[in-house]
């Protein structure tokens, strides 16, 4: 049975653990074997250095594990993808594994930005800090978009779905 890595900043939600066993469940009734980051077991009470530490061996060594890279790519915290799963799609791709990501939007990167908050330039478009907006009609950063096999709009499930073809 393939194995699938279940990727983004859901972990921070307070019901982060519901959310982790749905997509479990989700990867089981497609035929593959979901593992989310709240399934390692990391000790808690040891100082914080040490918990991040143990946090980043287990989520990469489950990687590791895995076939494939289901990952949720809306803003966090912004209009950027959460930190920590961008380096969780760069690792997994590095070492040759098959990234799906999801967006509940089908916009580009540039269309996040309403026109109260970016102004035109010789270039394109620039935000209110007078950097440059990317335009490459991708939904998110090129670094990603380009890495990634497919990004679907909607949900963990669709991905589930176009996997199956």
């Known amino acids: 049975m393939r194995k699938i890595y279940i990727a983004g900043p859901d972990v921070f939600e307070q019901d982060s653990r519901d959310i982790g066993k749905r997509y479990a469940n989700l990867c089981r009734e497609y035929g593959y074997e979901g593992f989310y980051p709240l399934d390692n077991i990391v000790d808690f009470n040891q100082e914080k250095n040490k918990i991040a530490i143990d946090i980043y061996k287990a989520n990469k060594n489950l990687i590791d594990s895995c076939d494939i890279v289901i990952a949720n790519l809306n803003s966090f915290r912004g209009k950027e993808i959460d930190s920590g799963t961008a380096w969780e799609c760069g690792y997994a791709t590095a070492k040759g594994k098959r990234v799906y990501g999801y967006l509940d939007r089908n916009t580009s990167y540039q ?9 035109s330039s010789k270039d394109g478009y620039i935000d209110l800090n007078g950097r440059m907006i990317e335009d490459f009609d991708y939904p998110v950063n090129l670094m990603i ?7 679907i709009s909607g949900t963990f499930e669709d991905v589930l779905k176009v996997l199956e073809d």
């Open 145 to 151: 978009a380009c890495s990634v096999e497919k990004i």
């Open 111 to 119: 269309e996040q930005f309403p026109s109260e908050e970016k102004m």
